[in-house]
């Protein structure tokens, strides 16, 4: 008689393990995927940094190489205002702001790159707390369809049995020997035995 009841409540704590194991698995890839959102996030920030630092180099790199310019025209008596000398001022005016413009571009790819890659990361995250919850719920349908499983069995071996859980022939120890020697069968003043 004890054997449906003994199969459920292995079966619940099975269950109850599973549940906990994969709740606990999904609570930990949250926790990375929340890691390396914020990972993501700390590299974006960074390659902004380098973004400006790089475009501030060439700036000041500009600035040297149109002073050399100068100086050179000066030293040579050309004025920069026009002809050659002014072309030559133009085309690195042209060429530093191409490059500037190259390093900005870069930069914005580079922060698309890690915000896609962050906002991956955080449904990763969600994804996984869903997942933790769908575990419990679950966990909890099957602990309670194990449940009325076992009880459905007990109950049909009680009908079985016409309500009695064991037999009075069975010698089940010195309580149902020390009952039989007192002219009463085993265990029928014990509630739901009798």
């Known amino acids: 008689m ?8 292995l079966a619940v704590a099975a269950t109850t393990l599973k549940t906990v194991s994969a709740m606990q698995q999904a609570t930990v890839q949250a926790r990375v995927a929340d890691a390396n959102a914020a990972a993501e996030r700390n590299a974006a920030q960074q390659d902004q940094e380098n973004t400006r630092q790089a475009a501030l180099r060439q700036y000041r ?7 050399q310019q100068q100086v050179a025209a000066g030293a040579n008596g050309v004025s920069l ?18 490059d500037i413009a190259n390093i900005y571009r ?21 994804a996984a707390r869903s997942q933790r919850t769908n575990a419990l719920i679950g966990g909890v349908l099957d602990v309670g369809s194990t449940v009325l499983g076992g009880a459905s069995q ?41």
């Open 2 to 9: 004890c054997a449906p009841i003994a199969a459920a409540a």
């Open 106 to 126: 870069s930069g914005d790819n580079a922060l698309r790159s890690h915000d896609v890659n962050t906002a991956n990361y955080v449904t990763q995250a969600n």
């Open 81 to 98: 205002d026009f002809g050659t000398p002014a072309d030559v001022v133009s085309d690195t005016n042209m060429l530093g702001r191409e």
């Open 154 to 194: 007990y109950q049909a071996m009680q009908g079985q049995f016409g309500g009695r859980t064991m037999s009075a022939n069975v010698d089940y120890g010195g309580m149902s020997v020390a009952a039989k020697k007192a002219g009463k069968t085993a265990y029928t003043s014990l509630p739901g035995f009798g």
């Open 61 to 67: 790199e500009i600035a040297r190489v149109k002073g």
